[in-house]
C-alpha cells in the first residue's frame, strides 16, 4: 500500500503542527481537515497561525462526500475523541490505516472497537513543545511520532507503508516493536508533567530544574510505575530516566497540554492522568497519594470555571 491521502481532526497544537507539515510537502487536496461548518468558518475569519505562517489548510466537513484516505490521524482532546471517530466515517475505506496521538493509553481501543483492530496502529507524540494560545501556535521542537504494531516484536506492512510515508514527507518518526511498553511510559510522563506543570502554573523550565516541582513531578510518574507493574508492564527506573532525559529536550518555555488549558480556563484531562491512576490504584489497592493530591488541586481549580 502507498500512501497519498492524510486525514486529520482536531486543530489543537499537534493538529495544527502535523497539518501543516504535511500541507507544505504535499498537494493541498491530499491532506484534509475534517471540522465542522462552525469551526471552519471562525478559523477562515480568525486564520490559524504556525510558527508565525498563515496556514492555508483544505478543510472538510464530516458530511463531506470523499474518497477514503489512506491515513487519518486523530489528534483531538480525549473527551473529543467519541465525536471525531463518528466525524471521520466518510473517510473510512477497507485500507484507511488509523493512528492516534492522543494522551493516555486507550484512545487506539476505542478507534479499532468502532473500525475494527486490523488497520490501527498504536502512536505516541513526543519531544515536542508546541504552545497554542488562541489561533497561533509556536513550538522550537517538532518532536517525532513513535508508532507500531500492537503485537510486540511485529512489523506489518502498515508500519512499513507509514515510515515509506513519513520520510517521504520528512516527518521526524521511529519505529517501536514494544508500543505498549511506549504508551504506558508516556503515560507515565505526562501523569508527572502535565499535572504537575499545571498545579505549579509554571513551564517546562521548572520541572527541569531541581526543585519542589521536579520532585512531585517525579513522584507522581513512580506511582505510575506501581500500577503498571500490576497491570503486567514492565516499566522500571531506567524508564523514569528515559523519559526525564525527553523532558529536557524541550524548552524551558514550553508548556504541556494541561497547564495551557489551565491558562485559558478550559477543562483539562485530568481524568485522564492522575484520574487513570487513581482507579487503577483502587483496582489494585495501592497508595497513590501524590497524584491523589494532584487530582484533587487541579479539580478545585477548575471548580472555579464559570460554567
Known amino acids: 500500500m502507498e500512501i497519498k491521502t492524510v486525514s486529520i481532526i482536531g486543530l489543537g497544537a499537534l493538529g495544527i503542527m502535523y497539518a501543516h507539515h504535511f500541507s507544505n510537502v504535499l498537494p493541498k487536496d491530499n491532506v484534509r481537515i475534517i ?22 489548510f483544505n478543510f472538510v466537513t464530516p458530511e463531506s462526500a470523499v474518497s477514503p484516505s489512506d491515513l487519518i490521524l486523530f489528534t483531538v482532546k480525549f473527551d473529543g475523541l467519541q465525536d471525531a471517530i463518528h466525524s471521520v466515517k466518510n473517510h473510512v475505506g477497507p485500507n484507511t490505516i488509523f493512528m492516534s496521538a492522543l494522551n493516555g493509553i486507550i484512545s487506539e481501543e476505542m478507534i479499532g472497537q468502532a473500525f475494527g483492530f486490523d488497520n490501527v496502529l498504536y502512536c505516541v507524540a513526543q519531544g515536542m513543545d508546541a504552545v497554542k494560545v488562541n489561533n497561533e501556535l509556536t513550538y522550537a521542537h517538532k518532536g517525532i511520532l513513535v508508532f507500531g504494531d500492537k503485537e510486540p516484536g511485529t512489523i506489518s506492512e502498515n508500519v512499513k507503508a507509514v515510515e515509506k510515508f513519513f520520510k517521504q514527507t520528512e516527518l521526524p518518526h521511529e519505529i517501536d516493536t514494544n508500543m505498549n511498553h511506549r504508551l504506558w511510559g508516556k503515560f507515565m510522563l505526562n501523569v508527572g508533567v502535565n499535572q504537575t506543570v499545571a498545579v505549579y502554573k509554571s513551564n517546562y523550565g521548572e520541572v527541569q530544574n531541581e526543585g519542589e516541582a521536579r520532585q512531585t513531578m517525579i513522584a507522581a510518574m513512580r506511582e505510575v510505575l506501581k500500577i503498571a507493574d500490576k497491570e503486567g508492564i514492565s516499566l522500571t527506573e531506567n524508564d523514569v530516566d528515559y523519559w526525564l532525559k ?33 482507579k487503577y490504584a483502587k483496582k489494585h489497592g495501592i497508595e497513590v497519594p501524590v497524584n491523589k493530591m494532584l487530582y484533587e488541586k487541579i479539580s478545585s481549580i477548575e471548580s472555579e470555571y464559570v460554567r
Do not use: W
Not at 471562525?42 to 510558527?51: E, P
Open 246 to 278: 525527553v523532558l529536557g529536550t524541550l524548552s524551558p518555555d514550553g508548556k504541556p497540554s494541561m497547564a495551557q488549558d489551565v491558562d485559558a480556563k478550559r477543562f483539562s484531562e485530568v481524568e485522564l492522568f492522575s484520574g487513570t491512576v487513581l
Open 35 to 56: 471540522a465542522d461548518q462552525d469551526r471552519i468558518n471562525r478559523y477562515k475569519k480568525t486564520g490559524i497561525y504556525c510558527n508565525g505562517e498563515l496556514c492555508n
